[in-house]
Nanobody, 125 residues
Framework: QVQLVESGGGLVQAGGSLRLSCAAS????????MGWFRQPPGKEREFVAA????????FYEDSVKGRFTISRDSAKNALYLQMNSARPEDTAVYYC??????????????????WGQGTQVTVSS
């Protein structure tokens, strides 16, 4: 089992920055990919970004490219999402997720085995 705990959410003004963190614990040695998803109010959970744990190859949803940066610290078993130039449409609950093996498509929720409880991000206009 793997436990994921997000932190760093909160209220930010449009154009501002926020850094989300995800602490992983448990049997993390098999982690292959970690990602961030978000669920806006009244909508389905959607892909934001992902990172290959070994190669650090990154993947982004088009609307966050150039504004968000995903990174990881393998020594700390931590995942991060630096959010810059925040927009009101970024308002959502943000979830950290982990996949315990190679996945053909890292952009779907079904590719991930473990999820955190989520952290709320609200961007005011």
């Amino acid at each position: 089992q793997v436990q994921l705990v997000e932190s760093g959410g909160g209220l930010v003004q449009a154009g501002g920055s926020l850094r989300l963190s995800c602490a992983a614990s448990g049997r993390t040695s098999s982690t292959a990919v970690m990602g961030w998803f978000r669920q806006p109010p009244g909508k389905e959970r959607e892909f934001v970004a992902a990172i290959s744990w070994s190669s650090e190859t990154t993947f982004y949803e088009d609307s966050v490219k150039g504004r968000f940066t995903i990174s990881r610290d393998s020594a700390k078993n931590a995942l991060y999402l630096q959010m810059n130039s925040a927009r009101p449409e970024d308002t959502a609950v943000y979830y950290c997720a982990a996949a315990m093996g190679w996945r053909l498509n890292r952009r779907v929720t079904g590719a991930y085995d473990y999820w955190g409880q989520g952290t709320q991000v609200t961007v005011s206009s």
